[in-house]
């Protein structure tokens, strides 16, 4: 599409986006009177106005039903949480009864790498990569102090090129290939936080696959943001947070897959509680453990409903909508965001002072370094309205979200960057 750099050309993009009406479905901050222009929704998605109405709820049946509401609530909250698996199956591309939703992604990512990071003497190195979100590399780090090993010798850290911003696939597979027989586990952000990358999650998964490795993803910035498609691309299992594109509110409950062919297997490694046996029977309060038939075996205690709750509601909105509809948009959103910033950039012609580092396998982020800036451009820009995100000395990540930003918040995102720059 021929992009222009005009309000008119923004609005009339706006008139024929389908999905323009879902703005009025979230709540801004307030700047001036008027709606600020969000941009990181990769860190906290916004709130939906519908997300009070599923707490009201909750809050309702506890003040009228108490401990009744376990099981008479209209929504019961002994297995509220089973709401959430088939709409969350279409956002990841997985089988219902792969998906279980609990917990926090830090946890959950531990408790994953109990069933699914098993090391042996043969086989016990893990691949990730470099600069990974810190409090993935604080689980890797205390789960191998865990099991006695250490990072020198169990830790692969896949690296960028000298001068390269991006990681590429190539390089990843050569790795994969060199430790082939002691690999155990392969687990990486799907989408990086830093630099905005979309890993090739099917080729990657396949080339570990087949050493006989585990293989998980960390889909914190992939869910609710790229097309999935977890169950066919075989991967092993995988988790994410749902307060950034998912909008179901800060520290929230987090998502998981495990693939169907480990359900129903005595021999998986797990920590257990109580919320993984089988329903019929949970009340039995029996001694033995039996297991629920699919990914809700996983869960330990009974669920958070709050947390829940809003996430049920966000989640009725990805089922309106589709990943389809939001990828589509999302492609020309950033297409047309990167389209702004070249503008910008031509019109200093001596010196490109943006420089976006996020390569074109990208989701809606995009990261780019402001040379010649300083902490200063974010000030100004969250003094004028917009709220991005600030990484030192001179990154500002900014992620136009298909559900509630608008081709005219980036045209006007446009003419405040180059007022300041
Ligand atoms: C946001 C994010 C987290 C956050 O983990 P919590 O346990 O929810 O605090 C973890 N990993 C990645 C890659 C993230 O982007």
Redesign the pocket.
Known sequence: MEFKNTREFAQLLDSKDTLQSYKQEFIFPQFNNKNVLYFTGNSLGLQPKRTRGFLDEILNDWGNLAVEGHFYADKPWWDYHQRLAAPLAKVVGAQTSEITVMN????NLHLLMVSFYQPTKKRYKIICEEKA?P??QYMFLSQLRNHGLTPQDALIVLKKRPGENHWRTSDILEKIELHRDELALVLI?GVN?YNGQVFDIKTITKAAKQTGAMVGW?L??AAGNIPLELHNWEVDFAAW?SY?YMNSGPGNA?GVFINQKYHNRKDIARFEGWWGTKKETRFQMKPEFEPMENADAWQISNPAVMTMAPYLASLEMFEEVGMQALNAKSKTLTGYLEFILDDINSENKNQKTLEIITPKDRGCQLSLFVHGKGRELFDYLMNNGVIVDWREPNVIRLAPVPFYNSFEDLYEFGQILKAGI
């Open positions: 926090t992604l830090t946890v979100f409090s993935d952000g936080y960390d914190a910035h947070c950034k987090s």
